[in-house]
């Protein structure tokens, strides 16, 4: 399946979630080196598209660090295990320094969570989200609407003979 998408006007895309943390540190002094990993960081208000765009940064990073973390999706579902309530959940790799498109599963449901989780080395981590609100196609769809296009203007056509 093929997205269609128009990824170039800049006002399609919205700002939707942004945040800047520092690792805390243990002890008195910074020489100790020890620090209590960044905890998952969980946007605050729900999404409705499954298209985001995402860019982590770190400015204490060393020059080979090439992940930031993971940024996961999170639905709610109406099943329990156990007695707790359940979760549909997939992931995706950040790249650090670069955005990057993140296309989470699109299965029909309106609003899901994110979070993220950037690895244990981070001592600090930036984050921007950007969610598209543009209409998403697929090929599919389009060659659908095309044929039943076609399919209308053949039975117009049939009907005036």
């Given amino acids: 399946m093929t997205l269609i998408v128009n990824l170039n006007d800049p006002n399609l895309w919205t700002p939707v979630w942004e945040f800047d943390i520092s690792a805390q540190t243990l002890g008195s002094t910074l020489e100790s080196g020890s620090y209590v990993r960044i905890p998952e960081q969980k946007c605050p208000i729900i999404l409705h ?7 982590a940064n770190n400015p204490l990073a060393k020059p080979g660090w090439f992940s930031a973390g993971y940024l996961s999706q999170s639905i709610k579902l109406p099943l329990t295990v156990g007695g707790n309530p359940t979760s549909y959940g997939t992931s995706r790799r950040i790249v650090l320094g670069r955005t990057q498109i993140v296309p989470f599963l699109d299965i029909g449901v309106a609003d899901f969570a994110i979070a993220f989780l950037c690895h244990y080395w981070h001592r600090q981590i930036q984050l921007v989200v950007w969610e598209y609100q543009g209409d998403i196609s697929t090929t ?3 060659a659908i609407a095309a044929i039943s296009e076609q399919l209308n203007s053949i039975e117009s056509k049939v009907d005036g003979l």
């Fill in 49 to 55: 598209k499954s298209l985001l765009a995402v860019y």
């Fill in 140 to 142: 599919e769809l389009t």
